[in-house]
């Protein structure tokens, strides 16, 4: 089992940033092929945000976001980053981290093995 519990969403003002944070907890490292942000928005679908391999950093991002964000990971503290400049208003979702154990196309939300419960993101304009 792996836990994953999100930080740092919160108000943000159009033109700033944000960086969320997901602690991973459980069976991770060793185990953990990669770790991916998604938002949803109110009655829109769960959309890839940006994600990282575990071992080497490859990191992969939305042509939405890849301007303007940044994914990193502490692999001594097992946590994943993301910073996110710029914000707009479009960017308010609810923002989830999820971590996947096995090799996987890391921008596909179906393949991930473990969510976190998702912290809120606002953006006003």
């Known amino acids: 089992q792996v836990q994953l519990v999100e930080s740092g969403g919160g108000l943000v003002q159009a033109g700033g940033s944000l960086r969320l944070s997901c602690v991973a907890s459980g069976r991770t490292s060793s185990s953990t092929y990669g770790m991916g942000w998604f938002r949803q928005a109110p009655g829109k679908e769960r959309e890839f945000v940006a994600a990282?391999?575990?071992?080497?950093?490859?990191?992969f991002y939305a042509d939405s976001v890849k301007d303007r964000s940044s994914i990193s990971r502490d692999n001594a503290k097992n946590t994943v980053y993301l910073q996110m400049n710029r914000v707009k208003p479009e960017d308010t979702a609810v923002y989830y981290c999820?971590?996947?154990?096995?090799?996987?196309?890391?921008?596909?939300?179906?393949?991930?093995?473990?969510w976190g419960q998702g912290t809120q993101v606002t953006v006003s304009s």
């Open positions: 999820a971590a996947a154990l096995s090799p996987i196309k890391l921008d596909n939300r179906n393949w991930y093995n473990y």
């Open positions: 990282i391999r575990w071992s080497g950093g490859s990191a």
